[in-house]
């Protein structure tokens, strides 16, 4: 089975704080996704990177960075953190069109709480 | 633009009762699609998915979902639902592309009444 692990389940940080949330997936697989999820908005993509080293923005990249040195491990980075990320942090692994489907594994989730 | 629109956040039902789930994407490309269930403090977890071939996909505990290009939409539906169905549902997207990124729709929470 794959598998995908981030690094804590609950998180609390004070405002300005710098924030690493780590993120591990044994099975290969070239794309890792950082989403974060928020009631009534559903899971929105934050970055995602399809190679060592790739990034692309998502949809709210904004406070965010993320760093891909290995395959696999996908690190989110809040440079500064604010009350208003305090929120639920879903990383997720797939592999790319052509090699059988694209569904992601997704980890337990990070619930961090910024203070 | 690439979307998806689950159109209703909370569907209410009777145990035992008929149930659909509706979603539709925005795509000029063509797509994969998706739906996935969260359980109360857990993960995602993939319920079923459309890839190719036939329209009509099933999971292994009852749902099934159907691919319709023309109206672009993916609707889950079960033709009775358990208490232990009680969950969040996220319908999903990704595309044909190298650098593939997976979109998801708002959610609908599937509340089961005894």
């Known amino acids: 089975d794959v598998k995908v692990t981030q690094s804590s389940r609950y998180l609390v940080k004070r405002t300005g704080e710098k924030v690493f949330l780590e993120c591990v997936q044994d099975?290969?697989?070239?794309?890792m996704f950082w989403y974060r999820q928020d009631p009534g908005l559903g899971l929105r993509l934050i970055y995602f990177s399809y190679d060592v080293k790739m990034k692309e923005k998502g949809d709210i990249p904004e406070g965010y960075s993320v760093s891909r040195e290995k395959k696999e491990r996908f690190s989110l980075i809040l440079e500064s953190a604010s009350t208003n990320q305090t929120s639920m942090y879903l990383c997720?692994?797939?592999?790319?069109?052509?090699?059988?489907?694209?569904?992601?594994?997704f980890g337990q989730g990070t619930r961090l709480t910024v203070v | 633009a690439q979307s998806v629109t689950q159109l209703d956040s909370q569907v209410p039902v009777f145990e035992e009762a008929p149930v659909e789930l509706r979603c539709n994407y925005s795509?000029?490309?063509?797509?994969?699609l998706f739906w996935y269930v969260q359980y109360p403090n857990q993960g995602l977890q993939l319920l079923l998915k459309y890839l190719s071939g036939s329209t009509l996909v099933e999971s292994i505990n009852g749902f099934e979902a159907e691919f319709n290009k023309s109206q672009t939409s993916f609707h889950l539906r079960k033709p009775s639902v358990h208490i232990s169905d009680t969950a969040e549902y996220f319908c999903?997207?990704?595309?044909?592309?190298?650098?593939?990124?997976?979109?998801f729709g708002s959610g609908t929470r599937l509340s089961i009444r005894p």
């Open positions: 795509s000029s490309v063509s797509v994969y």
């Open positions: 999903a997207v990704s595309f044909y592309s190298s650098a593939s990124k997976i979109i």
């Open positions: 997720a692994s797939s592999l790319l069109p052509g090699q059988g489907g694209t569904e992601a594994f």
């Open positions: 099975m290969d697989h070239e794309n």
